[in-house]
Each structure stands twice: as structure tokens, then as C-alpha cells.
């Protein structure tokens, strides 16, 4: 067993020599610690070793850590699936959401966004592995529901997520981290909102991710250690 400031070391080396081998600057690459079903006092310990930004997945287990921190200067991502009744606590505690991915609930976090709060920042959520999974819009409809979103107010639309199925080999998910690649250029292309942000990286697949563009990388294990 290793300590979460000796794991955090790693990761941030790991980004750090994947950056370098790709000519990035390592701080173009914002690591994402996920710390959902790890307690708070291990948060402290991350936050002790320097880590300021944290991602959760479930809104009931978040929500008592985050209020618990409130002292610190911290950013609150959402990574997990949006359920419609999560989304005015999402709203009123989160930086983040990574899972936007219908217009409805788009809809919801600007309608409900406290106005004293900055805009929301988030990312559409592409679903490319192919699974009949049921979270993340397809790739056909990722450029529309990028306009409809980046026309809400109260929310600020940053880029595109998307999540590997766990089965995918290392190749399907190199792959589906150049098509989130490709899309995010595309919808760019034709759009005036500045798309900068492309969430995706795990513990696994942080390096191909970093070669691929990612800006945010998501990574639970390899900061907190194995959910049990
Ligand atoms: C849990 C989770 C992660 C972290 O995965 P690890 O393999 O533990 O790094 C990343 N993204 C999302 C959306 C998650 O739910």
C-alpha cells in the first residue's frame, strides 16, 4: 500500500513524461482527482499534497464531503451520470459537469445555476465505444446539442467527455480518443463558441490520452487507490 501523496506524485510524473513525449506543456493538462467512495479524510490528504481539483459521481455521497471542505479553495467536477432531480444540487455546488448529454438537463443546471455563482462550465458527453450504454449522446447529434447548449445562459459550454467501455482494448480506446478529437475540431470549426476542453484519461489510458489532446484527465485509482 502506498500513500495518496506518494500515488499523486506518480500520477503527476506520469503526466508530466507524457506531455514531454508529446511536445505539450504539462500544464495544459488539468488532473481531475476522482475521489467518489473515498471518505473525506482521504480528500484532506490530496488536498494536503497540493490537488485542488476533485471529480464526483454521485451527488448524495458529494455533497456531505464538499460542505466539509467548504474552507478550502477548491473545484468540484461532475463526472458521473445527470439524473433530472440532481440537477439543482449539481447546480448549486458543482464547477463542473463533465455527463451533459441531452439538452434537457442542460436546460435544468442553467435554469437552476445560483446567479451569484460563475457560469457552470461543461462538457457535452459523447458516447463513441459503440455499447448500447445508456449514457452520452450519439456522434451525429454532439455538434447540435453543442449549439443548443452553448446558447444557454448561465452555463458555459467547454468541450466534449467521453468514457471507454471497460472491455475496450487499448487500441479501440486510442481510437475513440481521436474520434472525441476529430469531433471536438469539427464542431470548432463550424461553430464561434471556443471549444477548449477534451475530458478524457483514466488511471490506465492517461498517456494516450495526453498524445490524443485530452485536457482533463479523470483519474480515481491511481490518486486514492482500488474501490472496493
Ligand atoms: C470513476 C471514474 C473515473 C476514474 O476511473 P479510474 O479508472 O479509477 O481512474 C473517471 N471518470 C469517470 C466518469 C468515473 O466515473
Known sequence: ???????????RERIADACRSVGRAPESVCLVAVSKTFPV???????AAGQRVFG??????????IAS?????????????VQSNKTREIAAHFDW???????????????QRPLHLPPLQVCVQVNLSGESTKFGCSPDEAASLCDAVAA??????????CIPAPRDSGPQRE????????????IRVGSS?????????MSDDLEPAIAAGSTHLRVGTACFGMRT
Request: charged letters at 30%; aromatic letters at 4%; zero cysteines.
Open 97 to 111: 459537469v463533465h455527463s451533459v448529454d441531452r439538452l434537457k438537463i442542460a436546460q435544468r443546471l442553467a435554469d
Open 175 to 186: 481510437r475513440e480518443f481521436a474520434q472525441l478529437r476529430n469531433l471536438l475540431d469539427k
Open 69 to 81: 471542505l467548504r474552507g478550502e479553495t477548491l473545484e468540484w467536477h461532475f463526472v458521473g451520470p
Open 152 to 161: 444557454l445562459p448561465r452555463l458555459m459550454l467547454r468541450g466534449l467527455m
Open 56 to 65: 464526483e459521481s454521485y451527488v448524495q455521497e458529494a455533497l456531505p464531503k
Open 193 to 201: 463558441i471556443s471549444l477548449d476542453s477534451l475530458s478524457v484519461g
Open 1 to 11: 500500500m502506498t500513500g495518496i501523496a506518494e500515488n499523486l506524485r506518480r500520477v
Open 41 to 47: 479524510e482521504d480528500i484532506r490528504v490530496a488536498v
